[in-house]
């Protein structure tokens, strides 16, 4: 439970108006399209909803007032958090913008801050900061020079390397489009088939005579063939946990545009369950995509059952999507609720399974991170490579390192192994 729905501060300091309750509906829709703003789906049908709800049980105690808002505002598990930092910062006090503001630059920082409260959403701050009026600029005699640094390529590296989890609403769009621009080269294999080759090194007697009966059988041109190449099948693991939401709900835009850009590519998102959305990406509408992965995903910013979901992965699809030697990308932060229990076994088998097991987690943004817990040590003897995925930066390098040989991250992962025994 919110520690702000817990408070029982009075009904005047819910900024609703005076007496007469005049401003009541007016502060409902501007606390509406704030949450708007941070990204939640709040349209004109929900605020009228929200005054009928408050109509009806009223504003006597501040948590009922928090819980009915909740009721009406919120329908998912990672909406929770916005709502109660927007409902925190807009419902203080009567000089509520004023506040805000105080509280969003460093220099005006006091005593109305309270210290006991998590570091606000950067999708809250910027929702709040747009719903203050816009000041009139001042008439100037001197001719004012507009520059514009939109996209510019300093914005573009702070764009890269800033992490998902720290991104603004527009900042995140911005990522979306850049992501959606996204290529991911994997170094193409040989397969068992051949294909006509005049420069390889392998005869093609078959061809041979076929080409010599076609000329009568007096003359026999040498005909030769080499293996075929193809780029092997990729196959996406990623969780969809409470502490992976930001960051799986960027690389689902991710995993949609490698669907729409290569053959062969299956995903699969777990948390408590192993769903299959390989169907759902291949929509070319990203958003229509997204909303059918959505709907389909029961689980999601749920609990964590790594090793029951490779299990679940292992009996029902390992034959069907592992069988032309794929590269399997394991997303997770390895954090398991059940202790990694059977997860050694699991990881082994999904290893022994694949032409290469790349994982990514988000947790190797921090220098000092080690593999210590349970599930970490239980995964890192069975992966080829080990990388960070929580920017830009770090999805663009992931093409380097499946475009390279499978022997170069070897030093590296030799050290990762000896952390984790």
């Not at 999904?350 to 190797?364: A, F, G, M, Y």
Request: hydrophobic share 40%.
């Amino acid at each position: 439970m919110s520690d702000d729905a817990n408070r029982h501060d009075p009904a005047p300091n819910l900024v609703l108006g005076d007496a007469d309750g005049g401003r009541l509906a007016e502060n409902i829709m501007h606390f509406a399209r704030v949450l708007r703003t941070a990204g939640l789906p709040v349209g004109p049908g929900k605020v009228l909803d929200a005054i009928d709800a408050v109509s009806q049980v009223g504003v006597a105690s501040r948590r009922d007032f928090y819980w009915t808002l909740h009721a009406v505002f919120v329908n998912r598990r990672d909406q929770r958090e916005v709502f109660d930092q927007a409902f925190h910062f807009f419902w203080r006090n009567p000089n509520l913008l004023e506040r805000m503001m105080g509280m969003l630059l460093p220099a005006m920082r006091g005593e109305e801050a309270p210290e006991d409260k998590p570091e606000l959403s950067p999708r809250v701050a910027e929702a709040l900061a747009g719903e203050r009026e816009p000041e009139r600029p001042q008439e100037q005699e001197e001719e004012e020079i507009e520059l514009d640094a939109a996209l510019s390529v300093t914005d573009r590296e702070v764009l890269a390397e800033k992490d998902f989890e720290k991104m603004t609403k527009d900042e995140l769009d911005r990522a979306r489009q850049a992501i959606k621009r996204m290529r991911l080269p994997i170094k193409p294999v040989k397969t068992r088939r051949y294909r006509a080759d005049p420069g390889g090194r392998r005869a093609d007697l078959r061809a041979t005579l076929r080409a010599s009966a076609r000329q009568g059988g007096d003359l026999i041109w040498l005909k030769k063939r080499s293996r075929r190449r193809e780029n092997p099948p990729l196959v996406v693991l990623c969780d969809i946990s409470g502490s992976m939401d930001r960051y799986a709900r960027m690389l689902l835009h991710f995993l949609h545009a490698l669907t729409n850009d290569r053959d062969r590519v299956h995903s699969f998102l777990f948390g408590t369950r192993l769903t299959n959305i390989t169907r759902h990406l291949r929509d070319r509408d990203p958003d229509a995509a997204i909303d059918k992965v959505t709907a389909a995903v029961e689980d999601w910013a749920g609990g964590t059952r790594i090793g029951e979901s490779l299990h679940r992965f292992n009996a029902d699809w390992s034959r069907r999507v592992l069988s032309q030697g794929p590269v399997v990308l394991l997303i997770t932060d390895g954090l398991d609720r059940e202790g990694a229990a059977g997860l050694e076994v699991e990881m082994e088998r999904l290893h022994k399974s694949c032409r290469r097991l790349i994982w990514l987690n988000p947790l190797l943004r921090y220098d000092g991170y080690a593999p210590k817990t349970a599930g970490a040590r239980a995964m890192i003897p069975h992966v080829d490579e080990f990388r960070p995925v929580h920017n830009l930066d770090s999805l663009a390098k992931l093409a380097d390192t499946l475009s390279r040989s499978e022997s170069a991250a070897t030093g590296e992962m030799v050290r990762w192994k000896k952390l984790a025994a």
